[in-house]
């Protein structure tokens, strides 16, 4: 199986996919193309398994604050790196399905490609809110239709403070 240490998200418009150039500790890079449907199912899956702790017995305007105060800490620690070189990656393939398993903060995910080939990543619950984040714009870029997929935690809807203290004297 590829492990995946690094991977830099694309969106090609020729082929209307989500574009993953994957690269290993060796440097060996992979592609793995993402179909919309495919990639609708991840994200949602994903973003059903993302916690914020102590959230569970809260109710949902406070579940989505505290959802939306911890994308916005993933969003600060995000540090822009060199993109995965591509030219080999092209020859990867089309993922068939994506397993993944959540647990002690960390997701998994298992790329299957044709032909029984597949590659995995583990990231930790900041890293994956990262890149939720980075294929947020990347279905902005591709206008993918998205009105019920992303919450507002990720697309920056969600207001952290409710009241109106406009007018008010604050000590």
Request: negative net charge.
């Amino acid at each position: 199986m590829f492990q995946i240490e690094k991977i830099t998200s694309q969106y090609d418009v020729e082929e209307d996919r989500l574009h993953l150039v994957a690269s290993d500790g060796q440097e060996q890079t992979l592609g793995l193309w993402l179909t919309r449907p495919l990639a609708n199912e991840l994200i949602g899956m994903l973003l059903g398994e993302l916690e914020v702790p102590g959230a569970s017995q809260t109710d949902e305007h406070v579940r989505a604050a505290l959802h939306a105060w911890e994308q916005s800490a993933a969003n600060a620690q995000f540090k822009p790196q060199s993109p995965v070189p591509s030219p080999e990656a092209q020859s990867g393939g089309l993922v068939t399905s994506v397993d993944v398993v959540h647990a002690d903060g960390h997701f998994a995910m298992v790329f299957t490609l044709r032909g029984d080939r597949s590659a995995s990543i583990t990231m930790d619950g900041t890293r994956m809110r990262q890149w939720l984040g980075i294929v947020h714009r990347l279905y902005g870029k591709a206008e993918w239709p998205c009105h019920s997929l992303w919450p507002d935690w990720i697309t920056g809807k969600t207001q952290l403070l409710t009241t109106d203290v406009s007018g008010g004297v604050l000590h």
